[in-house]
């Protein structure tokens, strides 16, 4: 460990309620807890885990964080989780609009007990606006900010791209952002807010660089047609002859040429890459090509190299890669491998990952409540 470094990561000492949810807030929640933050997870009673059942050793996004179980609908339970939100700095909650105001765990109540509270609230509509109220998923947010229309081939209709762009992307990242933004702000006001975090605006605000591309005329509308959605023969995915594929992303010119030197293949074998016309004649041409020798003959032949050619691992692939190996990128705790924490913090590393399902004593902040 350097000098000044710092055990505990750069979150040590800030105080989190964490009322159990699913999707993006128990993933707000892992972030937090794995960059140092002491969180309190309130469950209901008798409940093992929300959302998809599976063994409690494997729900990893419930790591590094103790649970205690409240009946939100008893007195008792509602003044020790008021007590909780008196003392802590942020809140975290993904219910629907109404839930905790008619808990009495709204943001009145707990902002009157504690005015320098972050009371942060994910959901995928947002606390306004008709749609409020409605159930959803991740596939109905990024399909109505345009997401899910920019995605897929021409061929077929947009891909479920699990969710990742919705629920983590636009809904637990934006929701870490905002609680961190207000804590900054109450440090120096003293006064805390409500963080409304909705999906669909932070899928909106990823847009931004494809919305500015559309209006500038350089991504058109139609699906496998522009730069990065699989329209460039050069930027896209193809199937060798083991059925197990390359992710080739040659787009700058020099590494263009790069990719083709290691292929063997001069200027003149590929079409132009400005020439849009011709991109389907070199897609054409690259899936024949890549068919003829399995996936990691082609990874031998493009190592080392700027041409911007990697395997498509399997999860399980992924966890012996040399590279993030040797990054460390994947911890074993309790006998997996998780995703370790990230990114990473020079002087104030936090610990690797535990089990979810490891017995861990509550901070001293929330001890002390009783």
Known sequence: MSP???????????KVVEMAGIGPAPMCGMLLADLGAEIVRIDRPGESDVGIKRPPET???????????????????????LALAAAADCLIEGFRPGVMERLGLGPGPCLERN??????????????????????HDLNYIGLTGALEALGRADSPPPAPLNLIGDFGGGALFLALGLLAGVVEAARSGRGQVVD????????????SLNGLRAGGVFPRARQASLLDSGAFFYDVYACADGRHLAVGAIEPRF????LARLGLGPDDLPPQADAS??????????ALFATRPRDHWVALFAGSDACVTPVLSLEESFADPHLRARGTYAEAGGFPQAAPAPRFSRTPPPPPGPP???LPLPPWAAALG
């Open 4 to 14: 000044g470094t710092r055990p505990g990561g750069p979150l040590a000492g800030l």
């Open 115 to 136: 005015p320098r509270l972050v009371y942060g609230r994910v959901t995928g509509w947002g606390q306004t606006g008709p749609m409020a109220p409605w159930a959803g």
């Open 357 to 359: 399902d490891a017995p």
């Open 59 to 81: 729900n990893f996004l419930l790591r590094g964080r103790p649970t205690i179980r409240l009946d939100l609908k008893d007195p008792a339970g509602r003044d020790r989780a």
């Open 197 to 208: 975090a909705a999906i669909v605006d932070g899928v909106a605000a990823m847009m931004t």
């Open 256 to 259: 263009f040429a790069t990719f």
């Open 278 to 287: 011709r991109w389907p004649e070199g897609r054409a041409r690259l899936r």
